[in-house]
């Protein structure tokens, strides 16, 4: 049980030395190859980009009420405020609105305040710092008042929200904005299909490749500018031919270039690099030279995959595609595009996450296997009418992980 009583503690944002603070706790945890130093320079370097300027990205600590700046916090996470787009099938006319979701992030409580309710209190108020007040039930009086949220924070106005598990399925589902278990963030379309490259029949990748073009970071994010009027289409017709009210976070305004900036290391003068120049690929239809035009063309759907890198382990690493748009004609072309990619730059595994149905029928044609994610398990908390189980999360890719 807590040592702290519920109601004697409030959820804040963090002050620049409690920011530090939740930093130094969980750099042990996620900095992997990177030095202590070095984690919380990625993350100061991290701070002046797009996705988290102008207070995109808070962090927030659980801290008694009466000592809310103190660096002897219970627990921090973090909120990134996202655009995303919404479609309601009983509304055709509205088409792909714009809203307002947030990502949560870095939920992390030290070793020795562990098992005390902290984390699962800190969870159950973030509804009340991210959904507009009118969109939940009554504030349960055992946990005092509701968390004050400064205006120029921009929140309080979530349509949704999403974050990725760690720690399985239950421990977000079971938080939701009252003491009662459950109401939490419902796990979602956290699938895989994934190549590994010792399994690959010797033989099954080489070959000509259909024509495409590499691309840079910038490359990247301007064919997911060009791609969001297609992903907003997309997004209208499933919702209308399946009923269900559909959502998608949009990769744009730096956040699918978050999880490539995510694989930043530091050379010995101190420089930041990233581990490889190419972050995505764009094939192109016969007597199509460039990427306008490969997105102008009215005729044939774009193909393409952006990707990040992950580590499986110690030695060997994961290309993670953070956006893929292919077709059931186009996508085995994609595929060895990939594969060959990985076996140049000895990368071990491709994994792409959140791919429809019909396209993980054809990837397992050329010999991918799909299956359910047992890390990073995206869930989805709605703050509308609708229960979770009935949202269709469309484009449920890496892009949008953080
Ligand atoms: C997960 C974490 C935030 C929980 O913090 P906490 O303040 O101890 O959480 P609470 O006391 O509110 O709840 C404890 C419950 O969380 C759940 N939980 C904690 N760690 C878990 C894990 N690794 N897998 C599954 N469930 C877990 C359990 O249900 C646990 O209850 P139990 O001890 O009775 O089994 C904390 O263990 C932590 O910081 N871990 C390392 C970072 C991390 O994995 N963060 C989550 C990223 S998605």
Redesign the pocket.
Known sequence: MAAVPLSELSLYPATPDQVLESRRR?AH??RRKLSFEDYLLRDQIMDAQEQSVDKKMTTWVLAPRTDPTTLDF??SCEIFRRIAISADPSDPAAGAKQVITCAI???????E???????????RLLHWVVAPRSALPDFPEAWGSPPEVPEELGLQKAQFSV??????K???Q?CGPTAKPGGGWLASGAVETSWYADKAATGSTPGATSPHIWLTEDDAKHVWSLDVPFMRADVVEAAMTSGHTTISLLPTKGVGAYVIQRTMSFAADGTSVLPLDTWGVLLLPSSVVGVDEVFADLETQPTYATWTLDSLNETSRALVTTRVRASKETLPALLKVLTQFALKENIQKVEMWGLPEGLQAVASESGWKTSERTDHVSACKWYGKENESQLKWMFNEKFSWC
């Open positions: 969980h945890q996620w219970m627990c992030a870095s939920v992390f409580t030290p070793p305040k562990r098992k005390k309710g902290y984390a699962q209190h800190m969870m974050l990725y598990s760690d720690v399985g239950d421990f977000y079971l």
